[in-house]
């Protein structure tokens, strides 16, 4: 799943991703929030982001324990 705004990008990789919620427990600004509309790699609800809330820290990409989330380009 892909996200965009401007120059903005936010990238999550579903077939990594397994709903651990890590996430979404360290974004400063709670832009991230699970889905129920797409699946992750053991069938758990992954991860939306409100990609006008986000300010690219790259905490979440840096938290991820399995390398489902890229920021940016």
């Given at each position: 799943m892909?996200?965009?705004e401007g120059d903005k990008?936010?990238?999550?990789?579903?077939k990594y991703c397994k709903g651990c919620g890590l996430c979404i427990e360290f974004c400063p600004k709670?832009?991230?929030?699970f889905t129920d509309t797409e699946r992750g790699v053991y069938g758990n609800d992954t991860i939306k982001?409100?990609?006008s809330k986000?300010?690219?820290c790259k905490i979440c990409e840096r938290i991820c324990p399995d390398g489902a989330i890229k920021i940016g380009s």
């Open positions: 892909q996200y965009k990008s936010f990238i999550n990789h579903p709670k832009c991230l929030e982001c409100d990609i986000c300010i690219q």
